[in-house]
Nanobody, 122 residues
Framework: QVQLVETGGGLVQAGGSLRLSCAVS????????MGWFRQAPGKEREFVAA????????YYADSVKGRFTISRDNAKNTLFLQMNSLKLEDTAVYYC???????????????WGQGTQVTVSS
């Protein structure tokens, strides 16, 4: 079955950096666009970033544009999210997800990881 495992979360001071990873198995990783989402306490899950299957195109929420970078290594079946200049409001559980449709960026998501906690302190 398809499995997504996020790692790299933790506690960081405001202004600091973290790099999240998402290891994918059970699916041909390079066939699918990938995305990162987050959910803060008491809030709905929100889109953070997405990348097309080749990595040639990326998409970001306005709130993270210029601070976060999404990338992928298709040889290692791994998705990344480099987070710089972290703010208190970036505190959330971060999830990775695979696109529902192969070969296209549909913006609909089929499989999710279990999430990794990112906490930004002042």
């Amino acid at each position: 079955q398809v499995q997504l495992v996020e790692t790299g979360g933790g506690l960081v001071q405001a202004g600091g950096s973290l790099r999240l990873s998402c290891a994918v198995s059970g699916r041909t990783f390079s066939d699918y666009a990938m995305g990162w989402f987050r959910q803060a306490p008491g809030k709905e899950r929100e889109f953070v970033a997405a990348v097309t299957r080749s990595g040639s195109s990326t998409y970001y929420a306005d709130s993270v544009k210029g601070r976060f970078t999404i990338s992928r290594d298709n040889a290692k079946n791994t998705l990344f999210l480099q987070m710089n200049s972290l703010k208190l409001e970036d505190t959330a559980v971060y999830y990775c997800a695979t696109d529902r449709v192969p070969r296209y960026y549909s913006g609909t998501w089929a499989y999710w990881g279990q999430g990794t906690q990112v906490t930004v302190s002042s």
